[in-house]
C-alpha cells in the first residue's frame, strides 16, 4: 500500500508522469486532453518553456526570504502589474499560497477594517447558497456547498446565506433578465436588514460561480445592483475570482465584465498557471490605510507569503498571457467551444444548460429537459463521469449538487487560453463519447 493519504483511497489513479501544451501523459503511456486545467489552473496548459525558465532563474537568485525580513522583486513587480490592472494606484496585494487562504485573509482583513473604523459590531458576512469559497474552516464558512460543509458544521460560524443567481432553475418565466438580476438581488438587501447592516461587515460572492455551480454567470445589471445595495449599506463587496479570474472569462478580472469594481478580489489557480502555488488578496486602498493608521499592519500571516519563486512564476504567466494576447485566444475559442457545444447537445436528452463565459464553461445534466429535473445524488455521477471521460482521455471535471446542493451534476470545463479550434474540436468528441458511454441519467 502507497503511503499517500489520497482524496480518494479506494481509487487506483494512474501516475502522471508529464505534460505538453494541452495533453497530460500518464506512466503506461497513455494520453488525456486537458478540459477543465486541472482545477481551472493551467491556463497555459502544461511544459511552458517561458515561464519553467523564470522558476529556474529566480531560484538560482533568490529561492525564498521570509517577508518578515524582506520584500523581493518578483513580489514588487507582480502587485504592480495587479493593481495596475485592478485599475486604482493605490490598491494594495496580499499574496499568499491557494485560493483558501485568499478567501480566509480576505474575511479577517474585511473584519480588521471595521474594527480600524471603530465599527466592531461588523462581524457577520453574507454570502450565497451554493457557493465554494474554500476548505479552511472560516472560507467554508461563507460557502453554500452542503456536501463539503456536512461534516464539519459543528465547527462552521453560521453565516447567513442568500439564494445565487441562477437564471436556468428560478428566473421566472414572465421576466426579463434585468427584472430577475434585480429580484435576486434584492434578497441581499433583505438579508442585510434581517441582521442589521451595523453587523455585516461584507459581502461574499463568486463573480462566475465554479466548482458547485459550474461555471454560472449572473444575468446583466445583478452585480451593478449589488454594488449598489452594498455601498447604501456600508458594506464591502468581496469577490471571490480564484477560478473565474486571472484571464479565464476573457478579461483579467472577471468583475470588468459587470461594470463594477469590488472592495476586495481573491485570485489563485490561473495566477501562477499551476507553475508554482500562489493566490493574492487585492485590497482598494481606503482598507490598507485604516487598517495600518489603526493596528500598524494587518493581524495575519503565513511562512510563504510573498515567495519570491512563485511570484517569479505568477510574472511570466502574466507576461505569457499578454505578450501572446491570449485573451483574445479566450474569448475566440470560447465562443468556438461553446458553439460546437451547443451543436453537438442541442437536442441531448440529458443536457439541459451550456453556460459560461470564455473559457469558463458549464454543461448542467439533467434526467428531463422538459421539468429541468436533476439527476439524484444517489446516482454518483460525477465520480461515473470523471472515470469515463479519463477512459477516453480526457481530464474534465464533473461535480454534483448543482441544482440544490444535494441533487444535479455539472461538467465544468476551463481549458488551457492556447486552445486552437482543432483542441475545441476533439473536447466536443470526447465530452460526447463519454456522455454517451453513462448508461443511467
Known amino acids: 500500500m502507497a503511503n499517500v493519504f489520497y482524496r480518494e483511497p479506494t481509487h487506483t489513479y494512474p501516475q502522471a508522469v508529464r505534460g505538453d501544451g494541452v495533453y497530460l501523459y500518464d506512466a503506461s503511456g497513455r494520453k488525456y486532453l486537458d478540459g477543465s486545467g486541472g482545477a481551472a489552473v493551467s491556463c497555459l496548459g502544461h511544459g511552458n518553456a517561458t515561464v519553467i525558465q523564470a522558476v529556474k532563474d529566480q531560484l538560482d537568485t533568490l529561492a525564498f526570504a521570509h517577508t518578515?525580513?524582506?520584500?523581493?522583486?518578483?513580489?514588487?513587480?507582480?502587485?504592480?502589474?495587479l493593481v495596475s490592472k485592478f485599475g486604482e494606484e493605490d490598491a494594495k496585494v496580499y499574496f499568499l499560497s491557494g485560493g483558501s487562504e485568499?478567501?480566509?485573509?480576505?474575511i479577517k482583513l474585511a473584519r480588521q477594517y471595521?474594527?480600524?473604523?471603530?465599527?466592531?459590531?461588523?462581524?457577520l458576512f453574507l454570502s450565497r447558497k451554493q457557493s465554494y469559497h474554500g476548505n479552511t474552516l472560516g472560507a467554508l464558512s461563507l460557502s453554500g456547498n452542503p456536501g463539503r460543509r456536512e461534516v464539519f458544521e459543528p465547527l462552521l460560524q453560521d453565516w447567513p446565506k442568500i439564494a445565487p443567481c441562477y437564471a436556468y432553475r428560478f428566473k421566472r418565466s414572465d421576466e426579463s433578465d434585468t427584472e430577475y438580476g434585480l429580484r435576486c438581488a434584492a434578497e441581499l438587501e433583505?438579508?442585510?436588514?434581517r441582521v442589521g447592516a451595523e453587523n455585516v461587515a461584507a459581502f461574499f460572492a463568486e463573480t462566475v460561480a465554479g466548482?458547485?455551480?459550474?461555471?454560472?454567470?449572473?444575468?446583466?445589471?445583478?452585480?451593478?445592483?449589488?454594488?449598489?445595495?452594498?455601498?447604501?449599506h456600508n458594506i464591502l463587496l468581496v469577490l471571490d475570482e480564484v477560478m473565474s479570474g486571472c484571464g479565464r472569462t476573457g478579461s483579467y478580472?472577471?468583475?470588468?465584465?459587470?461594470?463594477?469594481?469590488?472592495?476586495i478580489v481573491t485570485m489563485a489557480k490561473g495566477l501562477g498557471g499551476g507553475y508554482q502555488s500562489i493566490a493574492a488578496t487585492l485590497s482598494r486602498g481606503f482598507i490598507q490605510e485604516a487598517v495600518v493608521e489603526r493596528f500598524g499592519?494587518?493581524?495575519?500571516?503565513?511562512?510563504?507569503?510573498?515567495?519570491?519563486?512563485a511570484c517569479a512564476a505568477g510574472v511570466a504567466v502574466a507576461r505569457v498571457i499578454e505578450e501572446q494576447d491570449l485573451l483574445s485566444n479566450v474569448n475566440t475559442i470560447g465562443d468556438y467551444l461553446r458553439a460546437g457545444l451547443c451543436d453537438a447537445f442541442s437536442e441531448h436528452p440529458y443536457v439541459g444548460d451550456i453556460r459560461g463565459r470564455g473559457l469558463f464553461i458549464g454543461i448542467e445534466l439533467v434526467t428531463d429537459r422538459a421539468t429541468k429535473e436533476p439527476p439524484k445524488a444517489e446516482l454518483g455521477l460525477p465520480l461515473k463521469l470523471r472515470n469515463t471521460a479519463m477512459e477516453n482521455g480526457l481530464i474534465c471535471y464533473p461535480a454534483g449538487g448543482t441544482a440544490d446542493g444535494r441533487d444535479g451534476v455539472h461538467i465544468m470545463l476551463a481549458p488551457p487560453f492556447i486552445y486552437t479550434e482543432a483542441h475545441a474540436d476533439e473536447l466536443v468528441e470526447k465530452i460526447t463519447k463519454t456522455l454517451t458511454g453513462i448508461a443511467v441519467i
Open 253 to 263: 478580472f472577471a468583475f470588468e465584465q459587470e461594470g463594477i469594481r469590488p472592495d
Open 102 to 106: 485568499a478567501n480566509e485573509a480576505a
Open 68 to 81: 518578515t525580513f524582506f520584500t523581493n522583486a518578483p513580489q514588487e513587480e507582480l502587485a504592480a502589474g
Open 114 to 123: 471595521w474594527v480600524a473604523k471603530g465599527e466592531e459590531g461588523k462581524r
Open 297 to 309: 499592519g494587518f493581524a495575519h500571516g503565513h511562512t510563504y507569503v510573498g515567495h519570491p519563486t
Open 190 to 193: 433583505t438579508g442585510i436588514e
Open 211 to 232: 466548482a458547485t455551480m459550474g461555471a454560472l454567470p449572473a444575468v446583466e445589471g445583478y452585480f451593478r445592483e449589488i454594488r449598489e445595495i452594498c455601498d447604501r
